[in-house]
């Protein structure tokens, strides 16, 4: 009989991906995949925690796997479960050193996936995740990413296209770019190196731009949606190209955390409010019908009041058609963690809920003034589809008063609003 292999995955489309590619060594060993955790024989927990915290907290754990290893975890596995029925060899499995706790604390992974990578998708058949890129060359006090899965490195042009070939001829209608710096991508490819903060320039080498007019060229009936794209790396040129590539959602996810400029630099966000005010002008100036979403975060160590109001008044004012408020949570070897003046759980519930109930009537009220128009949407279940300003999971839904062919486009009248979600 084969091994079944549970997995459980936490965390974000990347790590969705992680585990779509580990689901797919599986398979390719000829395990079986399980859905149900109590009829696993090996039960895999996805999750972006340094490898060496979670050794301490859980030494009933069989193996570690790192970044480096996600597309060996079917080899992983066998070497487990060989491990646990031979009575002579108890020790535990450490991939790839042998000991577990140094495994990955000390190591800056360096794996990307490729087109031909066995992939077992996690996702609807008609929506997919594409990682184009890995890692992050960012200094965000808050965020451990970096440390956990290492520097900034693209795949090539030529491997994402022919993934997103294969995904179209398979009837994917909507593929979702994303990685750590999407806008970074293509930079670390360039002849002459780029620097980390240089300017964005198709003519030195590959660019998110480039990639999305060879997109523009693949036959078929589909979007491509740009996820996690980072303030600093935007340039006209990509303005530009998203305006002219219908394949490409008019929609912009662009996480800012934060507006006041005491708050950007204590973050190391790298980026000025001067900055992103006008690169927010430029993106709805040059790409018409353009949804942006972002997320702020509240309750970052030694936000006052002052700043907190600075962020609200930003929000009221810019009118971002999505948004997400997240509470700042301490991420153990982030510079932020050891900050003075951390935050109350209170005070941050407080200010989450003050900035969401701005954001509700926003959305609200965004929702509404689609009413009549006629719109594109993509149907993900009999009675539900989203437009192209909705990613899948985390935007609002249009719900179907008559039932559509799943998979598929339609065209519809968008004839009420509940709350975030359009009714048609
Ligand atoms: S939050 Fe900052 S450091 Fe973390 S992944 Fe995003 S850009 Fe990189």
């Known amino acids: 009989m084969s091994t079944k292999v549970g997995m459980i995955s936490l965390g974000c489309a990347k790590n969705l991906v992680d585990a779509e590619i580990m689901l797919g060594s599986v398979l390719q060993r000829g395990m079986e995949i399980t859905s149900r955790a109590d009829e696993a024989d090996v039960l895999v927990i996805n999750t972006q925690r340094f490898a060496k915290e979670l050794s301490n907290e859980m030494p009933e754990v069989d193996a570690f796997v790192g970044l480096d290893q996600v597309s060996e975890l079917g080899a992983i596995v066998e070497k487990v479960v060989a491990r646990a029925s031979s009575p002579c060899l108890t020790d535990k499995v450490s991939v790839p050193h042998d000991d577990v706790d140094l495994a990955f604390a000390n190591t800056r992974p360096t794996y990307i996936p490729n087109y031909d990578t066995p ?20 200094p965000c006090s808050f965020c451990v990413i970096p440390q956990m899965r290492g520097k900034h490195r693209s795949r090539t042009m030529e491997s994402v296209l022919a993934e997103i ?14 990685s750590q710096d999407t806008t970074y991508y293509g930079m670390d490819l360039w002849p002459e190196k780029a620097g980390p903060r240089q300017p964005v320039d198709s003519s030195r080498g590959p660019t998110l731009s480039r990639l999305l007019r060879e997109i523009q060229k693949i036959d078929g009936e589909f979007w491509v949606r740009l996820l996690y794209t980072h303030p600093a790396h935007w340039s006209d040129e990509l303005i530009e190209t998203i305006a002219e590539c219908d394949k490409v959602a008019r929609y912009i996810d662009i996480p800012l955390q934060h507006i006041d400029e005491s708050m950007l630099q204590r973050m190391r966000r790298e980026t000025s409010r001067t900055h992103i005010e006008r690169l927010i002008d430029k993106l709805r100036d040059g790409i018409a019908g353009v949804a942006l979403r972002t997320t702020f975060i509240v309750g970052f160590p030694g936000e006052t009041d002052a700043e907190f109001e600075t962020l609200l008044q930003f929000i009221e004012r810019t009118r971002f058609e999505r948004l997400g408020i997240f509470k700042y949570s301490q991420e153990q070897g982030s510079r932020a963690a050891k900050m003075p003046n ?8 407080a200010r989450y809920r003050k900035a969401m109930s701005i954001q509700q009537k926003i959305a609200h009220e965004t929702a509404s003034e689609k009413i009549g128009s006629g719109l594109n949407l993509l149907v993900d279940q009999p009675h539900i589809a989203r437009t192209e300003a909705d990613a899948p999971d985390v935007d609002p839904r249009v719900i179907l008063s008559r039932p559509a062919p799943v998979g598929e486009f339609i065209q519809r009248k968008i004839t009420g609003s509940r709350g975030y979600d359009l009714l048609a």
């Open 342 to 349: 951390q935050i109350s759980t209170r005070v941050k519930n």
């Open 119 to 138: 992939r077992f998708r996690l996702t609807p058949a008609h929506s997919a995740y594409l990682k184009i890129a890995e890692g992050c060359n960012h």
């Open 165 to 178: 070939r294969g995904l179209v001829s398979e009837g994917v209608r909507e593929i979702n770019l994303i």
